[in-house]
């Protein structure tokens, strides 16, 4: 059966996208196309890849010529089954469906939520441009042939709107990180992987970094504004930090195994709040205690594993405490970073997720609409 991913937003070594829903769906037997912008074609790891240019830089061009570009190569490839990752897909999505063609629409935010936290929406606009979201994104959602979400949080919001909704979380492939070094030989660092910005507490834990000058910072990942560098570059702390910039998979998994701490402390924003961020689990599985904001859920998660601290996010004292607390006693920190591994091999991983997926490609295949 040949299925065709779409995105006209993300990158070609996306996680999830990629690595995960389209390399898993090539091993059982799919035959694999996606269509993404700015890269070069090509075939990796079973999974045909169509690239274009898009010279659409902003934001607004983007949604309006970029998208346009990867339906009509959608079209060319002429697949059964259609699965798209960007919320500006959803008017070609329909016209997917409209041609007949099963359309998966894969909710990897709850969008209306995370629109109350865009930087670049002006304050004033945005609960009116989130409501007026909600509803489009609701009533598009009626009709796909199947919803896959990142979190069971946004599984509530829509399994009463389509009962064909199911949970794949973002949790890591065990594959990427089997061999850990010795506690021993970790620099004494905190590291952090993924998006830059105010509202995932860079400013913090920077500053944090200053009370503790003992200890280095590790950061993989691309700044949002790009001029948040420039400020973050001036803030007491910055000398110890260690900027590595976007990294690939292999190189990630290096830093998280040369740290002793992986940090998350996001804002309590409301589309963080119920949020399950890969970056929490992928240190967990690199046997790292996690410092992470002490949502309740998340709380409960680090708890319940033994795995690390909560503190609140906006505290870079807080924050400052918790990695001195860490650092103090070396066997009681092995012992979280032993503790949240296990709870990854166990429970938190992608070869779980991965059933689910397939799962649903093959009702599909054989039923049509599940």
Not at 56 to 65: A, E, G, P
Not at 114 to 124: E, S, V
Not at 138 to 163: C, D, E, G, W, Y
Not at 216 to 223: E, R
Request: include cysteine; aromatic fraction near 10%.
């Amino acid at each position: 059966m040949k299925v065709c991913h779409l995105t006209s937003a993300h990158h070609d070594g996306d996680i999830r996208i990629f690595h995960k829903e389209c390399v898993s769906l090539s091993k059982n037997g799919f035959d694999v196309h996606l269509i993404v912008p700015n890269t070069l074609s090509r075939i990796e790891k079973g999974v045909n890849i169509h690239s274009f240019v898009s010279k659409n830089t902003s934001r607004l061009n983007r949604m309006l010529k970029t998208t346009r570009t990867v339906y009509q190569l959608a079209l060319k490839i002429d697949a059964e089954i259609y699965h798209f990752h960007d919320p500006e897909l959803i008017p070609f999505g329909l016209k997917l469906l409209k041609r007949g063609k099963k359309v998966i629409y894969d909710a990897h935010e709850d969008v209306p939520r995370q629109i109350l936290g865009k930087h670049w929406i002006p304050y004033f606009l945005r609960k009116k441009i989130a409501s007026v979201f909600e509803w489009y994104e609701n009533r598009a959602a009626k009709r796909f042939t199947f919803l896959v979400v990142s979190t069971p949080t946004i599984r509530k919001r829509f399994i009463h709107i389509n009962p064909n909704t199911v949970a794949i979380c973002n949790y890591p492939i065990l594959e990427e990180n089997t061999l850990l070094p010795l506690w021993q030989s970790r620099s004494n660092s905190v590291c952090y992987v993924g998006g830059i910005t105010i509202i995932r507490g860079i400013r913090e834990l920077v500053e944090a970094i200053s009370i503790e000058p003992k200890v280095s910072l590790n950061i993989a990942g691309t700044y949002s504004p790009a001029s948040l560098k420039d400020e973050l570059m001036n803030m007491p702390g910055w000398e110890t930090v260690n900027d590595f910039g976007y990294l690939s998979r292999d190189k990630i998994i290096e830093v998280l195994n040369n740290s002793k701490i992986g940090i998350v402390t996001l804002y309590p924003q409301a589309n963080y709040l119920e949020s399950l961020p890969i970056k929490m689990f992928e240190y967990m599985l690199a046997g790292m205690p996690v410092i992470a904001s002490n949502f309740p859920l998340w709380n409960d998660i680090i708890k319940f594993a033994d795995c690390g601290i909560t503190v609140d996010p906006q505290s870079p004292k807080e924050i400052a405490a918790a990695i001195q607390i860490v650092l103090s006693n070396d066997d009681r920190a092995k012992q979280m970073g032993e503790n949240g591994r296990k709870a990854v091999i166990e429970k938190y991983n992608w070869a779980i997720e991965e059933e689910k997926l397939v799962l649903i490609y093959r009702q599909l295949k054989n039923e049509g609409k599940v």
